[in-house]
């Protein structure tokens, strides 16, 4: 028995020698493998850039600019300004996208087009040359969406091609192109923060959110996904340092498509409508409204003579579907009617109480907003000073320039300051105010004495016309 528990042990023993050098062999594999992974994903690195960075440009705009009024100047003096920014190629036949912002008000618009790459096996500096400064064309611009669309008088470009950013997926990998502070072809990376990101409440417009580096400069460059395919237009930060802190936001690639088709063949954009306005279903509006739901669209207003009229839709209807699309919340209903185009049709299902309907909606040409009637506007007369808006009364020549309105009298938003007291929404050039916390608005006289016989912290609800839609405003006075 000795002896066979002799052996036994002997046997475990050897196991387990024997097994010791093959798990340091599959260690040391691993160590050998995990530089060799990791300069793999570098080359790919290297090797997106290199075929992401010929499409990016940087762009030179002059123009003239108002000078900050200081104890030195008097305000009013004007002075050339220089601005730069990026841009990058969609067209090999010339066609540039960047934001508007970078080139509005410019009276020379030039751009640097990257040199073209080496050729296999040639030698180049690791200082790149500078490429070609060539001027540009504005084609168009679109404020709402802050694109512009550049030509430059070359062909035979590098150009990239736009991805679909309904498929971006939070913490995507993504890399941010650009000349940010002036330094051409750049690029960071980072991932996506989150889709669907909205400046404001009921903005139609969203933005994609990325924490890649961005920074002054950035504008108008492409936000890429792996695959080299641009998913959005780096357009703006929020920042209290001035520099990035992680905070990027680009133009979704699906709405710069949109955007960027229609300049190209018409050189402005016209956006769809179906005469309705969407509202997000919340757990109040499902129990003041007596709704099944507790969440969905539910439609606020339907406009009169508008293609949601003819096709029967009510206030009050519960919108399930766009062309077969689910719809959770007001801003998707917005934002999925905003980029159809003008004259196709869309598919609604909705419910209108325990009944299931379908109906097909024209899309019609959106209203474009309103022109800003600052001038027409003297700010002895015309400030409400707690709601920091000059308004005057509607006469028929400023009514012949609004969309058709909704009611008889009010009074027209005609700028803001900039010291306007906070709200959800907001008040806006163009609104056309109607009612003070519940009571009709006559004169301009008479609503300036009734907002300021408001006590500081009380409610403070505008009802007030924006484009065809009523709603209401609320404004937080001090």
């Given at each position: 028995?000795?002896?066979?528990?002799?052996?036994?042990?002997?046997?475990?023993?050897?196991?387990?020698?024997?097994?010791?050098?093959?798990?340091?062999?599959?260690?040391?594999?691993?160590?050998?493998?995990?530089?060799?992974?990791?300069?793999?994903?570098?080359?790919?690195?290297?090797?997106l850039a290199s075929q992401v960075s010929p499409?990016?440009?940087?762009?030179?705009?002059?123009?003239y600019g108002e000078i900050r009024e200081t104890a030195e100047t008097a305000?009013?003096?004007?002075?050339?300004?220089?601005?730069?920014?990026?841009?990058?190629?969609?067209?090999?036949?010339?066609?540039?996208?960047?934001?508007?912002?970078?080139?509005?008000?410019?009276?020379?618009?030039?751009?640097?087009?990257?040199?073209?790459e080496p050729a296999p096996g040639e030698k180049r500096s690791i200082v790149r040359p500078r490429g070609d400064l060539v001027d540009a064309k504005i084609i168009g611009l679109d404020a709402e969406t802050d694109l512009a669309v550049l030509r430059v008088n070359r062909s035979n470009l590098h150009a990239l091609e736009l991805g679909d950013s309904d498929g971006l997926r939070q913490g995507a990998i993504v890399l941010a192109f650009g000349n940010p502070l002036g330094l051409e072809d750049s690029v960071s990376m980072g991932v996506v923060s989150a889709i669907g990101r909205q400046r404001a409440p009921d903005d139609p417009m969203v933005y994609v959110q990325t924490?890649?580096?961005?920074?002054?400069?950035?504008?108008?460059?492409?936000?890429?996904?792996?695959?080299?395919?641009?998913v959005g237009i780096n357009t703006f930060i929020v920042t209290r340092s001035g520099g990035s802190e992680g905070l990027g936001f680009a133009v979704p690639?699906?709405?710069?498509r949109a955007v960027f088709d229609q300049i190209r063949q018409t050189g402005r954009v016209r956006r769809g409508s179906i005469g309705v306005s969407a509202q997000t279903i919340t757990p109040a509006l499902a129990a003041g409204l007596q709704l099944e739901r507790l969440s969905g669209v539910v439609v606020g207003d339907v406009y009169p003579s508008g293609p949601g009229e003819a096709a029967g839709l009510q206030p009050g209807d519960v919108i399930l579907t766009l062309d077969g699309k689910a719809m959770e919340n007001g801003r998707q209903f917005e934002v999925n009617v905003y980029q159809r185009r003008v004259g196709d049709t869309v598919a609604v299902e909705f419910m209108r109480g325990q009944e299931r309907r379908r109906t097909t909606v024209a899309v019609a040409e959106r209203e474009t907003a309103p022109v800003e009637f600052a001038d027409m506007a003297d700010p002895a007369d015309n400030l409400v000073p707690r709601l920091g808006v000059l308004a005057i009364p509607l006469d028929a020549r400023i009514s012949s320039m609004l969309p058709q309105?909704?009611?008889q009298g009010g009074l027209l938003v005609a700028a803001?300051?900039?010291?306007?007291?906070?709200s959800e929404q907001g008040l806006a050039i163009g609104d056309v105010i109607y009612g003070l916390n519940g009571a009709a608005v006559t004169t301009l006289?008479?609503?300036?004495?009734?907002?300021?016989?408001?006590?500081s912290g009380a409610p403070c609800v505008l009802q007030v016309q924006r484009s065809r839609r009523l709603m209401f405003v609320a404004v937080e006075i001090d």
């Open positions: 028995m000795t002896t066979a528990r002799v052996l036994v042990g002997a046997c475990a023993m050897g196991l387990v020698v024997g097994i010791a050098p093959v798990i340091a062999q599959n260690r040391s594999a691993q160590v050998r493998r995990a530089p060799a992974a990791l300069a793999e994903m570098s080359a790919a690195f290297e090797t499409s990016v440009v940087s762009i030179v705009a002059t123009g305000g009013g003096l004007i002075t050339r300004q220089r601005a730069g920014g990026s841009g990058v190629i969609l067209d090999s036949s010339g066609l540039v996208v960047t934001n508007a912002h970078v080139v509005a008000g410019a009276t020379r618009v030039q751009i640097v087009i990257p040199p073209p924490d890649a580096p961005i920074n002054p400069g950035n504008s108008g460059g492409p936000l890429v996904d792996t695959t080299g395919r641009v690639s699906n709405i710069v309105l909704r009611r803001k300051s900039a010291d306007a007291p906070p006289d008479e609503f300036k004495r009734a907002v300021a016989r408001i006590p």
